[in-house]
Nanobody, 124 residues
Framework: QAQLLESGGGLGEAGGSLRLSCAAS???????MAWFRQAPGKERELVAA????????YYTDSVKGRFTVSRDNAKRTMYLRMNNLKPEDTAVYYC??????????????????WGQGTQVTVSS
């Protein structure tokens, strides 16, 4: 059964780094994929997206220059490297995949497969 499984969340310090991983089923190799996050009391937001080849990426403004999304299709894994962490990065981070497009789409409605989420907490 198709599935996405996140790992790598936890407690980080402001200015520090964490790396999230998303392990995917084989057929996700051709899917566009993304990382979303949802902080308490806030709506879910798209953090970063990546095309099936990894050649095209998108970042929301608040993480540009700090976060890097990548994927290794041979390992069926997507990553989110988070540097210079800030307390406002605290959220549950979700891995998502789109069967509709293989691009780094910004359209949240295109993502139709979701992981269970991993908590990231950044202390000041």
């Amino acid at each position: 059964q198709a599935q996405l499984l996140e790992s790598g969340g936890g407690l980080g310090e402001a200015g520090g780094s964490l790396r999230l991983s998303c392990a995917a089923s084989a057929h996700f190799i051709t899917y566009g994929m993304a990382w979303f996050r949802q902080a308490p009391g806030k709506e879910r937001e798209l953090v970063a997206a990546i095309s099936w080849s990894g050649g095209d990426t998108y970042y929301t403004d608040s993480v540009k220059g700090r976060f890097t999304v990548s994927r290794d299709n041979a390992k069926r894994t997507m990553y989110l490297r988070m540097n210079n962490l800030k307390p406002e990065d605290t959220a549950v981070y979700y891995c998502a995949a789109s069967s509709v497009t293989n691009t780094a789409t910004r359209s949240s409605s295109f993502y139709d497969h979701w992981g269970q989420g991993t908590q990231v907490t950044v202390s000041s």
